[in-house]
């Protein structure tokens, strides 16, 4: 493993190893501290020279200082981890399922914490919730039994599923589909709107529209939906997609 440039065996490892903040899924805290004793604690730890004294402020933790870690709840617990990771003000933010467990709205301000952490910083972030991942992240490393098989960015994941335009008109699904079958589309039919591949969906569209319009169809709706993440995941990982994977990468074992 390296960090910074340092692997695991060099003499100043520790000293790298102290610039990653990591907040791990279970926050593992000592439940008889105070939060403001628990980062006091986590500043002598990591024998920080400049902590971010103002963290906990800015994580909302200022009315909970005097409380015990054990009385928080459970968004405010991962709030006080991500506090205590961003303490020694770190080059490298580690996450693993920071939002695992929460309920919508703590997850959402999590989400915001970690948006706000992330930047100026280079940020892993480990998780199952897709949606989470494609409105924090850059680029993602899909794993798939214990491979990698995609280290891409999301960018680049887009341009290889093409866009759809999502049409609805009065009348039905159906024959709207029909239409476009005589026109040499494939259309799909999900939730009563008609959903069609096509290249360039932005400049196909209007004359598409145009077209159905003219053939007397009441066509009430147009809409471009790119390919969301998780999108993107179940077709890389049933072998629909390809993408870029750095050499060595796919092999077992640590990396």
């Given amino acids: 493993v390296f960090v910074l440039g340092d692997a695991s065996g060099d003499e100043t490892f520790l000293g790298k190893k102290r610039r990653v903040g990591i907040v791990p899924q279970q926050p593992g805290m000592y439940e008889h ?3 403001r004793d628990y980062l006091a604690l986590v500043r002598e730890l990591y024998d920080a020279k400049a902590p971010d004294d103002d963290v906990a402020e800015k994580l909302g933790l200022h009315e909970v200082l005097d409380r015990k870690t054990s009385a ?7 709030r006080l981890a991500l506090a205590a990771a961003l303490l020694p003000r770190p080059d490298i933010l580690v996450l693993d399922e920071p939002s695992a467990g929460l309920d919508p709205v703590a997850s959402r301000q999590m989400i915001a ?4 952490a992330s930047a100026g910083r280079t940020t892993l972030l480990c998780t199952h919730n ?10 993602v490393i899909i794993l798939r039994s214990g491979k ?10 887009r341009e290889k ?8 008109a009065h009348g039905g699904a159906e024959p709207l ?27 196909a569209a209007p004359g598409l529209l145009r077209e159905l319009l003219a053939d007397g169809f009441e066509v009430y709706e147009c809409r471009i939906v790119r390919a969301s993440l998780e999108d993107l995941f179940f077709r890389v990982v049933d072998g629909e997609a390809s993408a870029s994977v750095p050499p060595g990468a796919a092999k077992e074992g640590p990396s």
């Fill in 177 to 203: 589909a029909d239409a476009l079958r005589k026109r040499g589309h494939t259309p799909q039919i999900e939730d009563g709107e008609v959903r069609l591949a096509v290249a360039n969906a932005e400049k």
């Fill in 33 to 35: 501290l105070t939060v």
């Fill in 72 to 78: 928080l709840s459970g968004g405010m617990q991962r």
């Fill in 161 to 168: 599923v093409a866009a759809r335009v999502v049409l609805r």
């Fill in 148 to 157: 990698v098989v995609v280290h891409a960015s999301i960018a680049e994941l």
């Fill in 113 to 116: 914490c970690v948006k706000e």
């Fill in 130 to 139: 897709l949606e989470e991942a494609e409105e924090l992240c850059e680029s």
